[in-house]
């Protein structure tokens, strides 16, 4: 039987130079996406579902009044895009945790990046491209500022 | 001079309460067993004892096949850090009567390294992260005269100083048990040790280790580590601030976080 000593003195490898580290600024990224989710977040639950009428008062006529709102359009733009990748980079750090099949990891992490860049672009051409007034819509449902009203 | 002598008749010193007490290991012989199983003991014990000395008890009196690994006895040498019910603690640390005796004590090998029989774990992947912060002091100068320090720059880093590397707390770490790559707090805590002494010259390096994949930023801050130390250590504290080096680029410039 044979035996095999390991070396004594391993020579120390620095780790390799990654041009980005993508572990640092996740970390950081978290941090001040939740500072700026904490306005967000609550500032759209209350006026969404607080204020006025409350939750009762959210229908399609709702929404177009609020995107017929610069303000709310740069709103809900910061929230879809700040929430999203922030959901999505703790989903990477939780799969980064329990995946340990390295082909099982691989294939999470992408169908999470392939959602959220799906997400992205279908959430933000529906706040820019939104028309507030479709016609043939059903009477009554559209909000006050449109001629068919 | 006069020799002491012992005034007075000896008084008996008062009887220490003795109680009765179920302590339900889990065994694990790896020649015999499959998978690992709880077992009971009753155990005659007594107000003074630890947890320490009913698992002597039971190796002594009742089942000498029992395994765990103890040395010093006396919170220094760091060999028998165990899950006691459910939290990690040295079983030498842990007195009986400071635990709920009306109920059964449950004890456990530390969780997230690999069981090799009832509570002894191998320990080689916690030591081989320990050696990956290069835990010794990296100094350009020729040690032919002392090294000054001020007793702020001690007291900077006199918290780390304390581990005794008994591995309750990379062994408490959820991050630890799901991903046996993190570095773990431990590894961290000694990092830190060197990172923040002013007579070291290496903080750069092991900064860059520990910025690693595996490194700092798998801390996701559940203090488990914190309240696992037996020395009474702020890990997560000194985590974070090894955080606050890498981020800043510098030991120097983290602010001192009073706790
Ligand atoms: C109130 C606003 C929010 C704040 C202040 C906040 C803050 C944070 C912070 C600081 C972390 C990092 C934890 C760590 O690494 O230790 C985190 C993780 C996470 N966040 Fe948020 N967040 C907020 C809203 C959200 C929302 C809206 C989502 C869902 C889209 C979300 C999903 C996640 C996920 C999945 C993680 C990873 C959990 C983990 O690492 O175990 N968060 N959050
Ligand atoms: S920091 Fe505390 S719990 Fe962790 S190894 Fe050192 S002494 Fe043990
Ligand atoms: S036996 Fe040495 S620390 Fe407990």
Redesign the pocket.
């Known amino acids: 039987m044979t035996t095999t000593i390991p070396a004594p003195r391993t020579p120390y490898a620095p780790p390799k130079k990654r041009r980005v580290n993508w572990e640092k600024w996740g970390w950081l990224y978290m941090r001040v996406s939740g500072v700026f989710l904490v306005v967000l977040i609550f500032g759209h639950l209350f006026v969404n579902v607080v204020a006025g009428n409350g939750v009762r008062a959210i229908d399609f006529a709702f929404v177009a009044g609020k995107w017929a709102d610069p303000f709310w359009i740069v709103w809900d733009t910061l929230l879809l895009w700040l929430a999203l990748i922030h959901g999505a980079n703790g989903m990477r750090t939780i799969t980064n945790d329990y995946a340990h099949n390295p082909m099982l990891r691989r294939l999470i992490l992408l169908a999470i990046l392939a959602s959220t860049v799906v997400l992205l672009v279908l959430g933000t051409l529906v706040i820019y491209t939104f028309d507030p007034c479709p016609a043939n819509a059903v009477a009554g449902t559209l909000p006050s500022f449109c001629p068919a009203k | 001079m006069t020799t002491a002598t012992l005034e007075g008749t000896p008084s008996a010193a008062p009887e220490v309460p003795s109680f009765t007490v179920t302590l339900i290991v889990r065994r694990y012989d790896p020649d015999v067993d499959a998978e690992p199983y709880w077992q009971d003991f009753d155990l005659q014990m007594y107000g003074t004892d630890r947890v320490l000395d009913a698992l002597h008890k039971i190796k002594w009196e009742q089942d000498g096949s029992l395994s765990f690994r103890r040395s010093c006895a006396h919170g220094v040498c760091?060999s028998d850090?165990m899950r006691i019910n459910g939290r990690?603690r040295?079983a030498c640390k842990t007195l009986l009567k400071d635990l709920d005796i009306s109920k059964p004590i449950y004890v456990e090998a530390i969780k997230g390294l690999p069981l090799e029989k009832d509570l002894i774990v191998n320990m080689d992947p916690?030591f081989e992260s320990f050696k990956a912060v290069q835990p010794f002091l990296i100094a350009s100068s020729k040690p032919d005269k002392e090294r000054l320090q001020s007793v702020a720059q001690r007291e900077r880093f006199d918290d780390?100083t304390?581990?005794?590397?008994?591995?309750?707390?990379?062994s408490?770490c959820p991050v630890f048990w799901t991903d046996g790559q993190y570095f773990g707090?431990?590894a961290i805590?000694?990092a830190h040790r060197f990172i923040f002494d002013s007579r070291d010259e290496g903080a750069q390096v092991r900064l860059d280790i520990l910025n690693d994949k595996e490194g700092v930023w798998r801390c996701r801050t559940t203090f488990n580590?914190t309240d696992?130390?037996?020395?009474?250590?702020e890990?997560t504290k000194?985590i974070s601030e090894v955080k606050q080096a890498i981020l800043k680029g510098n030991p120097n410039k983290v602010d001192i976080v009073l706790g």
């Open positions: 760091g850090a990690n040295l916690f780390t304390k581990c005794i590397l008994c591995a309750a707390c990379t408490s707090p431990a805590v000694n580590c696992a130390c037996p020395r009474g250590i890990v000194a």
